[in-house]
């Protein structure tokens, strides 16, 4: 089930009733209930890789309870990566491996017939093996107590405001919520609900509309110019963020309204002052997530240079992948993972810049300065990232940098021509006006939430807002073929 | 934790507000709704339809009197009464079925095709025109390309083009899509204190309108072919919204068949599961008693000469398709007789195809045409003089002997001069074949001069 559908309308407020007319014993039923049929939905044979991984990280950890020995523990620890990584692999990344070892012999002409699994991605697969893995390294860890009430332990894998695209939480953070008893808050509800239409507008206004554009041009590089490739690129920036931040706000907002506390994850990625910060701000609980499980792992930052760097390309590659299984997202990794190296070999020149033009003395100047070199790597990255191909993404690049000032204008609008009625500027003043808003709310959001500044207008002033949102998402709201990009994750 | 009491109060209080909030939209979006449909188009065109700020807003690129004159068929609609064939489909409907093929035996049909018609829209179509139509046979076209569609494109085309009626907003409420129900509302607006009369459209000269819903198109096919391999996906919505459809044609005692119009080769494979979506949607009309013809099984069309583009046939290609459906309808004896068919008009719709093949060159299928005719009218000497002919030159000399005989039997006196030539050739077809089994060889008779048919 959508997130932006019409069922989820129907769905979700009947959950949510339903939870809080049960008493407190029987609403993990409900929830469990009501997750696996969200997930059913969509196809319902899927579910019963959730319940494999559920059961066996249930079962390994367990296990690892009732053990003190860090060698048997660490056998179910392997046992749970095994079978999680290989659910992961199997239906994410085999065609990918086949196909490319394949590419690799084509050369020697060895062989023409490696298998391929002709099956279809288990939506969200990468959410929750990553979402329960957590909880078993951390019981491997002993960071906590192996789980022992089966149904909380299924609803916490299977949580369905965040089981097909996150945020990817931990069970020392979710578990817990489960057994606490939620009463209805009239504030807390009308925040969550508030939340998630916020959510709605970003994803359905703001990220569909510009989704447009995007596709017009990313799908037939070769058709279009300097300008509109460098306008679609600016345009994907802000799409990704409104699609993913949207589908974010909306779990959190739903989650919120039953009295669940999800983690932050994003808090305005773009106005990240260095790609580090980025990191910090971007997708948070996958960034963490890898911080946590693989980098500390592998010794952070905390070894010998030359190892550190080597730690940060193999992690940033590996969260390039993570995405899909496709070279495009390799190399969207590899970059920042260039990035992060660059940053830190640059360090003496950027110092020297910064005496040398006298930026401290600046720091208003210094800080937008740093905001915008940093959005604009980011930008050079999501190329990658959106290219169909590596090949799309090289040509997308080429031809942005082989600009033509005069061309530069031209035909700027007609990626968003649907047919010989011309509308093109109109749509481009309306996802430029999209743009603006989001990026005004969020300066404006520097001094204070969005809930916090809401609650101290007057109630026609909050109302009236409500209905702008409201009409805008039905008027403006865009609702062809509109899946969320992380969806398919 | 909170006690039960302070909780249900705020539920209350919720949904109080959530009431009121409900309300003041109901009240407020009409409002909005109505202002916007009066602001006229920022771009300063001149439209037929009153395009207003409402269509930028929600991306509305519907051309007023529409690409497949929707505008046109629903104001001709109105002069028809109890039609015998009703044509139901897309584009690929108002292209493919040639309405002079069917006027040949003398049935009034209708081509209630649109623009990317879904079973939806047509259901709803169907509520506001079956009755008054009442036909005798309803042919439905399938397309497996639109069945994947929403039912919204063809909706927009349908209610700009027609004027605004409940069905059409039921239709609207049935898509389920926000712009469809707004755009409903602010349509029915835009003709307060205006008329429905002044829309009006450009005709388009490479595509003329040949009444009764048809439009014929006067081009080949030049497109490049670039789709690439895929499987189409058919949401059951559709596919329930088509067996409703057949529910309501046979509720009504009505006979129905559904057809896959002929598409280019190039399109069929690149359509990866085209047998299997065709087998669901044929198993699909079979539990309702109703026929599937897919007319791809054996397709005999030229991608370019037939074809207008890679998804419609040209005015050559629906000609030949429309004398294969004929074929089919015919071999029905409940088609012949719910149609009332007189069988002298359908073997000479035969006849007159039997010749065009003859013509071409295409003489086996020529001779088969004229087998069908005399099944219809066995004592028809002008077929049989044209199946001598035929088998003449394809050198089936003793059919020809036993046809030109028949000719003798049966020519009709308008003919009658013809007898005694004929006569002459068959004493020398007759030698050939003697001089033929002694020799070996072949022998040229001298053939024939025309073909005849009952127009001469």
Known sequence: ?489 | MRSLSISSSDIVRLLKRAAGFAAGLAVIGPIVLFTLSRIPAPDGNDYAYRYSLYQFITRDYTLPGGYGYTLTRFRDIEEFRDIDVLFLGSSRCYYSFAPHVFQRLDLTTFNMGSPSQTPLNTRYLLDHYYERLNPKLVVAEVNLHILEKDGVESFFDLMVNTPPSWDNFHMSLATRHPHAITGMLVHALSYLGGSFDDVRMQDRPMDPYLGAGAMEARNFNEESFTETPAAVQVPNRQLEYLSDLIDFVKGRGCRMILVVAPIPREWRSVIVNYEDVTAEIRSLAAAHGVRLYDFNQAMTLDSRTDFKDFHHLNANGAKIFSYDILDSLLDVPEYRRVLNIKPALAAEVYNGRGIAFAQQGDLDRAIDDYHRALALTPQSGIVYYNQARACQKAGRTAEAIEAYRNFVRFAPPEYARHVEPVKAQIEALRASRLTDMETGTRQQVPSPQTALSSAD
């Not at chain 1, 994003?266 to 997530?289: G, M, N």
């Not at chain 1, 300065?369 to 290219?387: D, K």
């Open chain 1, 1 to 489: 089930m959508q997130f932006n559908s019409l069922e989820y309308l129907i769905f979700f407020p009947i959950v949510a009733a339903l939870y809080f007319a049960l008493p407190h014993r029987f609403r993990w039923i409900l929830l469990l209930a009501a997750s696996y049929f969200f997930y059913m939905c969509w196809k319902a044979e899927y579910a019963l890789l959730i319940l494999l991984s559920t059961l066996v990280d249930y079962w390994a950890a367990l296990r690892m309870g009732a053990t003190e020995q860090r060698k048997r523990r660490r056998r179910y620890l392997v046992v749970s990566l095994i079978v999680n990584l290989g659910l992961l692999f199997s239906f994410k990344y085999f065609n990918f491996v086949s196909h490319s070892i394949q590419g690799l012999l084509g050369g020697l002409d060895l062989s023409n017939d490696f298998p391929m699994l002709n099956i279809l991605l288990p939506v969200g697969i990468s959410f929750y093996t990553f979402q329960t893995l957590s909880y078993t390294i951390d019981v491997y860890r002993g960071v906590r107590e192996p789980e022992r009430h089966f149904g909380i332990f299924a609803v916490y894998v299977s949580f369905f405001p965040q089981l097909v695209a996150g945020p990817i939480e931990r069970s020392t953070r979710l578990l817990p919520q489960f057994f606490e008893r939620h009463g209805f808050e009239y504030n807390r509800v009308v925040d969550g609900l508030r939340l998630m239409l916020w959510g709605f507008f970003k994803k359905i206004v703001i990220a569909d509309r510009l989704a447009v554009y995007v596709n017009q041009v990313y799908n037939h590089p070769g058709d279009f110019s300097t300008g509109p490739l460098i306008l679609a690129t600016y345009f994907f920036a802000f799409q990704i963020y409104c699609d993913f931040s949207g589908y974010t706000d909306i779990a959190i907002g739903s989650a919120r309204v039953m009295g669940y506390d999800l983690m932050e994850n994003f808090r305005r990625p773009y106005f990240a002052r260095s790609i580090a910060e980025f990191w910090r701000r971007w997708h948070i609980s996958l960034s963490s997530w890898f911080r946590d499980y693989l980098y500390i792992s592998l010794g952070g930052s905390r070894v010998w240079r030359w190892r550190w760097y080597y730690n940060l390309i193999l992690v940033f590659t590996l969260s390039g992948l993570w995405h899909g299984a496709n070279w495009t997202f390799f190399a969207w990794g590899a970059l920042h993972g260039g990035y992060m190296i660059m940053s830190d070999l640059t360090r003496p020149i950027r110092e020297k810049l910064v005496s040398v033009f006298r930026l401290r003395r600046r720091p208003t100047l210094r800080k937008w300065l740093q905001a915008g070199i940093t959005f604009h790597l980011v930008l050079l990255a999501w190329v990658f990232f959106r290219a169909n191909s590596l090949g799309d993404a090289v040509l997308i690049l080429r031809k942005i940098a082989a600009v033509d000032l005069a061309d530069l204008a031209a035909d700027l609008t007609r990626g968003f021509y649907a047919n010989d009625l011309s509308r093109g500027w109109f749509d481009l003043g309306a996802a430029l006006a999209g743009i603006g808003l989001l990026l005004g709310l969020q300066l404006a959001q520097r001094r204070g939430g969005l809930s916090s500044f809401l609650g101290t207008r007057p109630v026609w002033q909050r109302w009236g807002l409500y209905y702008a949102v409201v009409m805008a998402i039905i008027l403006f709201g865009v609702y062809e073929h509109a899946e969320f990009i992380y969806f398919q994750f």
